[in-house]
C-alpha cells in the first residue's frame, strides 16, 4: 500500500478549481480556452488548472492564496494553467454559479473530491487539502484507539509507523505531515486523527498542540508488545519532521574508539549534540545497558555513544563518565562527572533549551510573547491548553453524522471552532455541562468542529462562533442566546425540557403553576413563571404572547390559560384580559400585567425582563442584563451583604414608582473585588462604605455621589433625587471613553490597517466611491445627526421608563451583551 504513493503521482493529477477571476489582474498561469485545456490533459501529467469568469470580481481573496500556493505544489509535481471561461462555453466547469465557490481534484480526467473553497482558506490548507486527499489510501485516518493498534497489529516485525495528532484539517501543522507524508510514504505508514480524545487514550499529558510519534513496530515481535513511541517534541513544521525521521533512521547506540572532538555522526549535521557514555573494559556490560537507557530517553533529540576510556590514547579525566558535546565546531567537548541516568537527560535537555532561547534571542529583536495574547480569553486559552477535558461526554458529529443525529433524537449541537479562542473557552463551559447532566438528561448533547464541517455549519446558517443550537423532532431549531457559560447554558437546557409556552387546562393546575408546584425542579434555574390570560375568543393576542414565548424559549418559563372560566383568575388576581401574571414563587408575590393593544415585541421585552430582580446584587455574570434597560443606575458598594434597611428603603421607593426612571441594584466588594477598583477610579482613593451612587453610563457618563454627611433613609433619598432631576447636584466625575491599546505592538491591528497604501485607489473605485458619497447626502435630511456633534448634557436628563420607549439597542438579540 505504502509503495503506492509514487505511483499516484506518476499518473498524475489534475485540482480543477471553479472560481471567479478579473480580466486586469495578473496571473503567472498558462492561459487556455476549456477546450485547449482538457484536450492537453495527458494521463502521464499533473495539472492545477482554475476556471475563471472573465469579468468577475467574486473570490478574489482565494485566489491571491492559490497564486502562493503555486510553487509548493508545482514541487510536488501539481502544475498550474488558467482557464478563461466565456458565457458561450459549454463546458460543465464554466458558468457554473454553485461550482464557483468549489475546487474540484482530478488525476487525469477522472474527479477525485470536491472541497468548498472555504476549506482551502490559506497557503497551507490548499497543499495540505490537495495531498490529503491524493494520499488518503497511504495516510490512514483513525479516530479511536483500537483502530490505531489494529494499523500497529499489521506492521509488527515488518515496519514502522508515524502517528500523527492535528488540530484540524488544512492547518499548517497538517501541510507538514502530508509533505513528509510524500516524502517518506514508502518507508513508513503514516496515521493521522483530529480526535483529542485518542490523544489522551495513548497517554498524552500536553494536548493543546499538535503530536508526532514514531511507532517502532519494527521491533515488536510479540503481539502482545504495544509498539515502543517516541514523541517528536519540536514544534512540527517539515524541516523539524525531516530531522526527526532521519534521527529515527540513525543506529540507536554506536560504539567509538576516538576523540570525541573528531567524532561525526548523522546527529552534527541535523543541528543535534553527542552524548559520549564513556566505559571501561570492567564495567562494559553495565556501561551499555546505561548507554541504551539514556540513547532511548534521548532519541530525536540527541545521538548517544559508547565511548571506550582503555582503548584510546585521549587523555580523559579520571573523574568524568559522560562527556557531551556541542553540534557548534567550536565549542570543546565537556566532561561530566554524572552518577544517575536521568541527571544525564536533564544536562541534555537543559542545555538545549538554552541554545533554543538563545537563537531565537540572536535572530529577533522582539518576538511576541504566546503567553500575552490580544484579547484575555485568547491568553486563557492559551495558558489553559494543557487542561484535559472528557470530550467522550458529549458526541462528536460529522457531515455524514449529523443529519441522522439531529433528526432522530432530542439533541444540543455546539457548532465551534478549534482556531477561535473565544470557541474553545465556551467549549470548557459545554463540558461542565455535559459533566452535569451525565446520566439525567434525556437531550442528547453533541458538538460539531466548523474547521473541519464548514459545509454543514454554513448550512445551518451558523455566522459566529460559538453557537449553540436546540433540535426538536417536527419543531424549529431553537439558537441559545444566553450568557456564554455554564449555568446559563444549563437552564437553557432544562427549561427546553417543557413546551414553550405550557397549555394549562384547568384552574387548579395555573394555581400550581403560579404558586411554583408543578414545575418544581426547574424552579431552581429561574425565580418566576408567567402566565398568559386570554379569553376563547382573544385568538389574535393569544398568538402574539406564543410566539413572544417562542423567542425566550429556554430563558423563561411560560404558560396559557384560555379556557372559559379564565374570568375567574382574572378577578382573583385584578387582571382586565387579555393579561399575564408574573409569579415569583420564592418571594409569594404575584403581579399582573395587561396586555390590551400590546404588540408582540413589546410583549417579548417584558417576557425578558420578567425574571430581573427588583433590587439585585450586581456580579459579572448578570451585569448586561441590566445594563439592556439603558436606565442610570443607582447602585450601592458595601464591604459585604448589605443592611436589611437598604433593601427595605429601595423596594418602598420602587413601590412608590420612584425609581421607575432608575436601575436600583447593590455590588458587593467581597464578591465583586473589581469594584474597588471602580471607586478608586471614581474618587481618587477608596471612599468610606457603604456608598450610594448614581452612575448615567447611557448619556454622559456622569457620576453622583450621596452626600456623605447624610445617613441613607427613604426621606433623604426622595429628596436627593429630586435634586438630581432639577439639576442642582454636580457630578463627582464624568466617564470618559478611554483608548484601549495592544499589550504588545504587533497586536496593533487597527494602525496596520490605517497606515497609508502604496497604491492609490483605481478609477473605478474612486467613481464608486463617489456614487455612494452622492446617495448618502441625499439620504441625509437636513439637519441631521451627520452635520452636528452634540457633546454630553451638563445636567443629568432622567426619563420616565414605558412601554412606548424600549431603546433601540434592547430590541437586538441579547446575544450581542454576552461575556465569558
Known amino acids: 500500500m505504502m509503495s503506492s504513493v509514487i505511483g499516484v503521482f506518476r499518473a498524475g493529477v489534475t485540482l480543477v478549481l471553479m472560481c471567479s477571476f478579473s480580466k486586469s489582474a495578473e496571473v503567472a498561469f498558462p492561459e487556455l480556452s476549456p477546450e485547449q485545456y482538457f484536450s492537453s490533459l495527458q494521463p ?27 510553487r509548493p505544489l508545482q514541487d510536488h509535481g501539481i502544475s498550474v494553467s488558467k482557464v478563461n471561461c466565456v458565457q458561450e ?126 511507532c517502532h513496530c519494527e521491533l515488536a515481535v510479540d503481539l502482545t508488545e504495544r509498539c515502543r513511541r517516541t514523541l517528536m517534541e519540536q514544534p512540527l513544521t517539515t524541516l523539524n519532521i525531516h530531522i526527526f525521521v532521519k534521527t529515527m533512521k540513525a543506529p540507536l547506540l554506536m560504539e567509538v574508539a576516538e576523540d570525541p572532538q573528531q567524532v561525526s555522526t548523522i546527529h552534527l549535521q541535523l543541528g543535534l549534540p553527542l552524548v559520549f557514555i564513556i566505559s571501561r573494559q570492567a564495567t562494559y556490560e553495565a556501561d551499555r545497558r546505561t548507554a541504551e537507557w539514556v540513547a532511548w530517553r534521548l532519541l530525536g533529540k540527541a545521538g548517544v555513544l ?35 541516568a536521568d541527571l544525564i537527560v536533564s544536562h541534555v535537555k537543559n542545555n538545549m533549551h538554552i541554545e533554543e532561547i538563545q537563537e531565537d534571542e540572536d535572530g529577533d529583536e522582539e518576538g511576541p510573547d504566546l503567553a500575552i495574547q490580544d484579547d484575555e480569553v485568547a491568553e486563557t486559552v492559551y495558558r489553559d491548553r494543557k487542561r484535559s477535558l472528557p470530550l467522550e461526554l458529549t458526541v462528536e458529529l460529522t457531515q455524514e453524522t449529523f443529519n441522522s443525529t439531529v433528526m432522530t433524537s432530542d439533541s444540543i449541537v455546539l457548532f465551534y471552532a478549534t482556531w477561535h479562542a473565544v470557541s474553545m473557552a465556551f467549549l470548557q463551559s459545554f463540558i461542565d455541562v455535559a459533566v452535569k447532566l451525565k446520566g439525567t438528561s434525556t437531550i442528547l448533547l453533541t458538538r460539531i468542529n466548523c474547521a473541519d464541517w464548514s459545509d454543514v455549519c454554513t448550512k445551518q446558517n451558523v455566522t459566529a462562533f460559538p453557537a449553540v443550537k436546540l433540535y426538536k423532532e417536527g419543531e424549529s431549531p431553537v439558537s441559545y442566546a444566553g450568557m456564554l457559560g455554564t449555568k446559563d447554558l444549563l437552564k437553557f437546557i432544562q427549561i427546553n425540557r417543557i413546551s414553550c409556552p405550557v397549555n394549562i387546562a384547568s384552574i387548579q393546575e395555573a394555581e400550581k403553576y403560579l404558586h411554583g408546584e408543578l414545575y418544581k425542579d426547574l424552579f431552581s434555574f429561574t425565580s418566576v413563571s408567567i402566565l398568559g390570560l386570554f379569553s376563547p375568543a382573544m ?20 404558560g396559557v390559560y384560555s379556557e372559559d372560566d379564565v374570568w375567574i383568575l382574572s378577578n382573583k ?108 477610579a471614581y474618587f481618587g482613593s477608596l471612599p468610606p462604605l457603604p456608598q450610594l451612587l448614581l452612575v448615567n453610563l447611557h448619556s454622559g457618563g456622569q457620576v453622583y455621589a450621596f452626600p456623605s454627611p447624610q445617613s441613607i433613609t427613604e426621606q433623604n433619598l426622595r429628596l436627593w433625587l429630586r435634586k438630581l432631576g432639577a439639576g442642582l447636584e454636580n457630578p463627582i466625575t464624568t466617564l470618559s471613553a478611554q483608548e484601549w491599546k495592544p499589550p ?77
Open 573 to 680: 388576581y385584578g387582571a382586565p384580559l387579555p393579561a399575564m401574571l408574573l409569579a415569583r414563587p420564592r418571594e409569594g408575590r404575584i403581579e399582573s400585567v395587561p396586555l390590551a393593544s400590546t404588540s408582540m415585541q413589546d410583549m417579548a421585552h417584558i417576557l425578558a425582563n420578567a425574571p430581573l430582580e427588583p433590587f439585585p446584587e450586581i456580579i459579572v455574570e448578570n451585569l448586561p442584563a441590566y445594563l439592556r434597560l439603558q436606565r442610570p443606575l443607582l447602585i450601592l458598594f458595601s464591604d459585604g451583604s448589605i443592611n436589611p434597611q437598604y433593601r427595605n428603603i429601595a423596594l418602598a421607593l420602587m413601590r412608590q414608582k420612584q425609581l421607575d426612571s432608575f436601575t436600583p441594584c447593590w455590588l458587593n466588594l467581597k464578591n465583586t473585588p473589581v469594584g474597588r477598583g471602580i471607586l478608586k
Open 306 to 340: 559508547l565511548l571506550s576510556r582503555d582503548s584510546m590514547d585521549t587523555n580523559i579525566p579520571q573523574h568524568a563518565n559522560v562527556a557531551f558535546r556541542r553540534a557548534e565546531k567550536e565549542v570543546p567537548v565537556e566532561f561530566l562527572s554524572l552518577n544517575d
Open 44 to 70: 502521464g501529467k499533473a495539472s492545477l488548472a482554475y476556471f475563471c469568469q472573465v469579468g468577475s470580481l467574486s473570490n478574489s481573496v482565494f485566489l491571491e492564496e492559490l497564486k502562493e500556493a503555486v
Open 89 to 214: 462555453e459549454a463546458s460543465r466547469y464554466c458558468g457554473k454559479e454553485e461550482g464557483l465557490m468549489k475546487a474540484y481534484l482530478f488525476r487525469g480526467s477522472i474527479l477525485l473530491r470536491e472541497f468548498p473553497t472555504d476549506t482551502l482558506f490559506d497557503v497551507d490548507a490548499i497543499v495540505a487539502h490537495v495531498l490529503f486527499a491524493l494520499l488518503f489510501n497511504e495516510v490512514k485516518y483513525v479516530t479511536i484507539l483500537e483502530d490505531l493498534h489494529s494499523i500497529e497489529n499489521s506492521l509488527k516485525g515488518k515496519a514502522n509507523m508515524i502517528f500523527s495528532y492535528v488540530e484540524a484539517i488544512g492547518t499548517p501543522e497538517h501541510r507538514a505531515i502530508m509533505e513528509a507524508a510524500f516524502v517518506y510514504g514508502t518507508s513508513y505508514q503514516f496515521a493521522l486523527t483530529t480526535e483529542v480524545a485518542l490523544l489522551e487514550d495513548i497517554g498524552s499529558e500536553d494536548i493543546g498542540r499538535a503530536h508526532l510519534y514514531f
Open 744 to 820: 504588545l505592538p504587533a497586536f496593533d491591528f487597527l494602525s496596520m490597517m490605517d497606515a497609508p497604501t502604496s497604491q492609490p485607489p483605481t478609477k473605478k473605485v474612486l467613481e464608486c466611491m463617489k456614487e455612494k458619497g452622492v446617495q448618502e447626502s441625499a439620504e441625509q435630511p437636513q439637519g441631521g445627526p451627520s452635520t452636528t456633534r452634540r457633546g454630553p448634557a451638563d445636567v443629568l436628563r432622567i426619563k420616565h421608563w414605558n412601554k412606548s420607549n424600549w431603546p433601540k439597542e434592547a430590541e437586538e438579540s441579547s446575544r450581542h451583551h454576552k461575556e465569558l
Open 539 to 558: 385568538i389574535s393576542a393569544k398568538e402574539r404572547f406564543r410566539e413572544a414565548g417562542k423567542q425566550l424559549r429556554g430563558s423563561v418559563i411560560t
